[in-house]
């Protein structure tokens, strides 16, 4: 409360309408502490930790507290998804639901409020990607290219799969199947032209 609070009837009930105001959650930055169900899992959740600090009338700061099991978005369209969990340390936001999202929560699915309680920061929802620095591992646009970069391997888990363009590897390429370039197998391809001594085989068929 400022000292003009009390002044008169209307900044004593500004003051109160303000002070319940202040204690609404609203959407703010936080930082991700612990993450929980990552992976090939159902979407999982993190605990945040609001980074916006609270300030009383004389000026003092009084961090919040740690918010726990807060689900997290993934993109996700039935049953296709881009995985790309949060990790400790990211910094987001939070999106505070009007309502109760507990029961929603756990039982995924339409569910009535779990309290009358209204725009509180135990309804948090967590959306990464905000001021954190610049990725070691990605997928994406850098310039006009578009590059995967991962420290470990890079799996293709797909029934057929067709490429359009030039391939570059750097790399070796090791293949548990057979390998064609055009008509031409590697497994099963003759050579004409063969005979004894320093000659070399023909092209290969």
Not at 12 to 22: D, E, F, G, K, Q
Not at 40 to 47: A, E
Not at 52 to 81: M, S, W
Not at 90 to 115: E, F, L, M, Q
């Amino acid at each position: 409360m400022q000292p003009s609070d009390i002044t008169s009837d209307f900044n004593v009930t500004n003051a109160v309408i303000r002070r319940a105001l202040s204690m609404m959650g609203a959407d703010t930055l936080v930082q991700v502490k612990a993450v929980r169900s990552t992976g090939l899992n159902p979407v999982g959740y993190v605990d945040i930790w609001p980074i916006v600090h609270q300030q009383d009338g004389q000026g003092n700061i009084v961090p919040h507290e740690v918010i726990y099991n807060v689900p997290y978005l993934r993109i996700q369209g039935g049953k296709r998804a881009f995985i790309c969990d949060p990790q400790e340390g990211d910094i987001g936001a939070a999106i505070i639901c009007g309502r109760d999202i507990s029961s929603a929560k756990s039982n995924r699915t339409a569910s009535a409020p779990g309290s009358y309680r209204q725009h509180d920061m135990a309804d948090a929802l967590y959306v990464g990607g905000y001021l954190n620095g610049t990725p070691e591992e990605y997928i994406g646009w850098v310039g006009n290219d578009v590059h995967v970069k991962t420290a470990g391997k890079f799996i293709v888990d797909a029934e057929e799969c067709d490429i359009k363009c030039a391939v570059k590897v750097s790399g070796g390429i090791e293949a548990t199947e057979d390998v064609k370039a055009g008509s031409i197998s590697l497994q099963s391809h003759t050579h004409g032209g063969v005979q004894t001594g320093g000659g070399t085989t023909g092209k290969p068929e």
